[in-house]
């Protein structure tokens, strides 16, 4: 469980095919911390800690599977991309975003972003099947960042982006035609379960 308050941008330093996808990633974590088996979500998506080490320079390795790269925008992952981390969510921590899962449900595509200000507002179109669980004031996960959701016209809608979201996070270097790894909050799932089920 997460919040999609980001605490670090790490950088992928290797990616290897071994059936399925492995990654080591650069990271500011005290990985003597980390217990092999950790979770962390990487650019919005848990993943388990499988090896980690580096000394002066940390590292922490992670194994994706072939249904989380057919979910998610991993299988674009290379040497030099910054992704945005979270380390778990521990009892008593502030609950500062969202209940995030870190279960992407699929891949947005940025449309448009234009600066506002020292502000950025950044116009997204969900896939066709997602679109319904966006909603005007609700919350969603964007490569693990918790941001609300300004408008919604069909399947497109706008987010804002704060100048310290821009600064401790990815989303400084957002562009259009960009891919994101979207999460729909977890109420608006099970709303839509219950309403299913109801029918």
Known sequence: MFTGIITDV????????????????????????????????????????????????????????????SKTTLGDWAAGRRVNLERALRVGDELGGHIVQGHVDGVAEVLAVTDEGASTRVRLRAPDHLAGF???????ALNGTSLTVNEVAGAEFGINLIPHTKLVTTWGAVRAGDRVNLEIDTLARYVARLREWAA
């Not at 980390?34 to 000394?55: E, F, H, K, N, P």
């Not at 966006?134 to 969603?140: H, L, M, R, T």
Request: hydrophobic share 50%; aromatic share 4%; with cysteine.
């Open 134 to 140: 966006v909603a005007p004031k609700g919350s969603v």
């Open 10 to 69: 790490g950088e992928v330093v290797a990616v290897a095919r071994q059936g399925d996808l492995r990654a080591r990633i650069a990271t500011a974590y005290d990985v003597a911390r980390i217990d092999l088996g950790a979770s962390i979500a990487c650019d919005g998506v848990c993943l388990t800690v499988v090896a980690r080490g580096g000394g002066a320079a940390p590292w922490f390795e992670v194994d994706v599977s072939a249904e989380t790269l």
